[in-house]
Every structure is written in structure tokens, then in C-alpha cells.
């Protein structure tokens, strides 16, 4: 028998020397690590600067410092290719907070002119907004205890307010704000929900906020599966060492930034592959409906049609014509492609990543908090489709998916975990109807997550009736068969 992972010697940091902090980063979650960290790491390689990064924890459990410590902060990045694995151990993180313990020392830290940037990862319900308009969710219970105490936030946002204003009292240069989330505008949603809290607690912080801090949009793109038990069995198999913390990632990466940041500090990422440019939007759009709409599409699909992953999903040649009639049909067309990028070229890699077999993204992952993804990843898609003529039954198809998924019973029966800030109310709305028609009438006047536009729109709800009839009559499979035919 093969010794357990935990028997083996723990992971140390390279010993190095270590550059100074120069980045918080809010939400130390797989993603970041395996995506932003990287760049910064690679770029302060290449080029140098005190670019270390210190992670926050906001939520507890588990307490991500007594983790992170016994190995001096590093962890094994782990690239999945088709032809198989490549271990790295990533020794940029300085430090990991964890804010509910300790919510003093990260808004120290925060108001520290050492940081330059704070970064965040903290998923669109993070941001404690609205999806559907933008604007701060007020009632918000961490907003509520965001204004409660200034020494005490909950929310990201929170965080970033009050280390702001203690900036702005000590008369120190702000930090710039950047977002790593998959939300179309991130830099400019943070600008907004941040400036409309600032404007509740003072509102000459508001206007310092709006004059001198700098909100970078960002675009991201790495798939980056959650990581099993047996992945860090694997790893330590691998590299005779034990992680508890280890990161997966597919090769692929992108990372376009907009070059907006505070006095122009920021690490040398256009050295490591970053684009640096003027406009994000284009390549936000290009990636938002055309990698995370299809990923979404054919997640509550393949879930409903029993697919572990992505790559299960895609390997059933009709979900793979379906995630294709998508792309080429009905987002494509609904689609400005940035100067110089061929979208069926774009399309065609995007389909290579879902195919690769040492990716396991599971499909549950990938559908949770619909309610938060569904405007920007499909929505205004189908939105615009709409407006100009053209028919959406894939998307349609995707969307009655989602409603029969938050119903929290799958084809066969077996309850759904579903992980949504509003998995209650979408899940009572969906009980309360007797018919698919009760169903959908319901859940399509969540305000939360569809627009006014699309609710008053009769084609469009009548054909997810149809399309959530045709799920219940003939199932996910059959349905996306019919949609391609």
C-alpha cells in the first residue's frame, strides 16, 4: 500500500529571499491562486519589485492561516495537460489572514502604503449588489454590519471602504482596487457598489474615492476544477511531499487588464503574457457569453442528463452539437470580436479545454449561484438576440435547465444541492407552481435575475414553457437533440 498524503514531509518554501508585500488579495480561493498569484509571481521572477502577496480569508471554516503557515505560505500549482501533469510550487504568498479572527489586522494592513493594490476574487454575490441593475444590495446583512462598526466590516466591500477611508484620514495614496471575478464591467461594478457605500458612511470619502482610486477592469480566463482528495494524493504521490492546499488548472491561461492603476504601480504582468490595454470590454464579452455561457448551458444540462463534468458532457456528441449550435447560432452572432481574434478559432479552442480528459470540472460546481451568472453569462445574450430579430432555443433550453435545477430535483429523482444566494426563494417559487407554466410564470418575475425587458417579452417565457415541458416529457439529452435538429 502507497503511504497516505499526510505521512510524508510537509511542503517547505524554497528558501529564498522573500520580496516585500505589496498586494492584499481578498477571497484566497483556487482560482486566484492558480491564475493572478501565478503572473505575479512569474512577473516579480522576471522582473522584480516587492509584488508578494498577503491572501484574506473572509469567511471561516476553515481557517485558511493554520493551513497555509506550516509550509511558509506556498503551495503546488498543478498544471492538467492531455498528456499529464506538471507540479510548481508557487512561493508568493507573504502571509494569509483570516478576517473573521482578526478583522483589525487586515484593515491595517489594507491602510499600510506598502500595499499598492488590493485584488479580489470574492464571486459575484461578493459584491453584495444587484446582478440585474448593479447597485448595492443595502439590506445586504453583511452591508448592514458593513456600517455597524468601522472597525468590524463583513463584506469585501466593507473592507475596501473603511481601509480606504483610513488612507484618505491619514492623508496616504489610495490603493488601486481590482477585481479578478467573471463579471462583465468588474472594475467599474466594484467603482460603484464601493463609491455607494463610502457615500452611507461619509460622503466626502465618496468623493475621494471617485477622484483618486482607480477600479482596472479585468478579464480572466484558466479553467480551474475544484480540488478532490485524490488530487492531493496525486500531488503528494507525485512530488513526495504533502499539500493539503495544492491548486488545479488546465495549461490555457488569459489575463487582459486594463492599465489603470494608482501613480502607475503595478507588477511588470505584460512581461509574463498579460495584455495590458486600453478596453477590457471586447474580450470580457468574447469570454463571458462564449466560454462561460456555453460552460453554464451545458452544465445544468449535463447535471439534469447525469454528467459528472464538463468533459463527460461534451464527450456525448449531442450535448458537443449542442455546446456548438450555441456558438454558432445564437452567440456569435451577439458578439463583437475584439481587433484581431477569429471567434470560430476562439470557439474551436474553447471546445478543445472542455475535451481535455484530465480536466474534471464538475458540472455541480460550475451551476452554482446561477442566480448571480445567469444576466451576464446568458441573459444579455439572449437579450440582444432578441432585440434584433433572432431566435434563442439553445439558450432557452439552457435557461428552463437552470429553472428545473434550482427546483432541486434532478431526472431521476435525486434531490440537487443547489448553492445559490437565493436557492431558498427560487426553490419555494418553484414548489409553489403545480405545471411547468406555474413554474416558469414564477421564477421569470425574480427581478433579482431577469430584466423587466425580458419579462414583459411573451415569446420569450412561452418558450421556456415549452422548453421546461420538453424536459419534463423527454429529459436534458433529448431536448438538446431536438434543439440542434
Given amino acids: 500500500m502507497p503511504a497516505k498524503a499526510e505521512s510524508l514531509p510537509r511542503l517547505k518554501r524554497p528558501d529564498a529571499p522573500r520580496p516585500g508585500s505589496g498586494i492584499v488579495h481578498l477571497g484566497l480561493g483556487a482560482f486566484y491562486r492558480s ?38 505560505f506556498a503551495y503546488t500549482a498543478v498544471s492538467l495537460a492531455p498528456n499529464g501533469i506538471e507540479p510548481q510550487v508557487i512561493p508568493v504568498l507573504n502571509d494569509v489572514l483570516d478576517a473573521p479572527d482578526d478583522p483589525e ?36 446583512p453583511f452591508i448592514v454590519e458593513d456600517l455597524k462598526d468601522p472597525n468590524k466590516p463583513k463584506s ?20 488601486t482596487m ?36 482607480t477600479f482596472p477592469c479585468t478579464m480572466i480566463d484558466r479553467i480551474v476544477p475544484a480540488t478532490k482528495p485524490e488530487d492531493i494524493e496525486r500531488v503528494a504521490k507525485l512530488t513526495g511531499v504533502y499539500d493539503p492546499v495544492p491548486v488545479m488548472h488546465e495549461p490555457f491561461r488569459q489575463w487582459v487588464v486594463e492599465d489603470k492603476f494608482v501613480d502607475g504601480q503595478r507588477p511588470d504582468i505584460g512581461a509574463v503574457g498579460a495584455q495590458l490595454v486600453e478596453d477590457v470590454t471586447p474580450f470580457e464579452h468574447m469570454k463571458l457569453r462564449c466560454l462561460n455561457g456555453t460552460h453554464s448551458s451545458i452544465s445544468y444540462l449535463g447535471y439534469l442528463a447525469g454528467k459528472e463534468t464538463i468533459y463527460d458532457t461534451v464527450s456525448d456528441t449531442v450535448f458537443a452539437a449542442y455546446c456548438k449550435f450555441l456558438w454558432e447560432q445564437e452567440i456569435i452572432p451577439a458578439v463583437d470580436a475584439p481587433p484581431g481574434v477569429s471567434l470560430e478559432e ?41 432585440e434584433a430579430g433572432r431566435p434563442v432555443p439553445g439558450l432557452s433550453l439552457a435557461i428552463a435547465a437552470w429553472m428545473r435545477y434550482v427546483g432541486g430535483v434532478d ?28 413554474k416558469v410564470e414564477a421564477l421569470v418575475g425574480v427581478s433579482d435575475v431577469f430584466p423587466k425587458a425580458l419579462q414583459d417579452n411573451r415569446d420569450f ?25
Avoid at 112 to 134: M, N, Q
Avoid at 178 to 203: F, K
Fill in 461 to 485: 417565457v412561452e418558450g421556456l414553457v415549452a422548453a421546461y415541458e420538453g424536459l419534463v416529457e423527454k429529459g436534458a439529452r433529448a431536448m438538446a437533440e431536438a434543439v440542434v435538429q
Fill in 178 to 213: 481590482m477585481s479578478s471575478d467573471n463579471l462583465p464591467n468588474n472594475g467599474h461594478v466594484v467603482h460603484a457598489v464601493v463609491v455607494e457605500l463610502a457615500s452611507m458612511i461619509d460622503p466626502e470619502l465618496a468623493a475621494w474615492i471617485e477622484k483618486e482610486v
Fill in 35 to 72: 491564475h493572478g498569484a501565478i503572473y505575479i509571481y512569474e512577473a516579480m521572477q522576471k522582473s522584480g519589485g516587492d509584488w508578494g502577496i498577503v491572501g484574506v480569508n473572509l469567511m471561516t471554516p476553515p481557517k485558511q492561516r493554520e493551513i497555509f503557515e506550516p509550509q511558509g
Fill in 105 to 140: 489586522a487586515v484593515l491595517a494592513l489594507m491602510a499600510d502604503p506598502k500595499i499598492r493594490i488590493v485584488t479580489s476574487t470574492v464571486t459575484e454575490k461578493g459584491y453584495c449588489h444587484f446582478p440585474s441593475t448593479g447597485k448595492l444590495n443595502r439590506e445586504h
Fill in 156 to 175: 469585501a466591500i466593507g473592507y475596501i471602504v473603511r481601509a480606504l477611508d483610513r488612507r484618505r484620514k491619514a492623508g496616504i495614496r489610495p490603493f
Fill in 411 to 438: 431526472e431521476r429523482g435525486n434531490p440537487i444541492d443547489v448553492r445559490d444566494p437565493l436557492a431558498g426563494k427560487l426553490k419555494a417559487l418553484s414548489d409553489a407552481g403545480a405545471t411547468p407554466r406555474e
Fill in 346 to 386: 476562439y470557439t474551436a479552442a474553447l471546445f478543445e479545454r472542455y475535451s481535455n480528459p484530465s480536466i474534471r470540472h464538475l458540472t455541480w460546481q460550475i451551476a452554482m449561484d446561477g442566480s448571480q451568472k445567469l444576466p451576464q453569462r446568458i441573459l444579455e445574450t439572449v437579450q440582444e438576440n432578441l
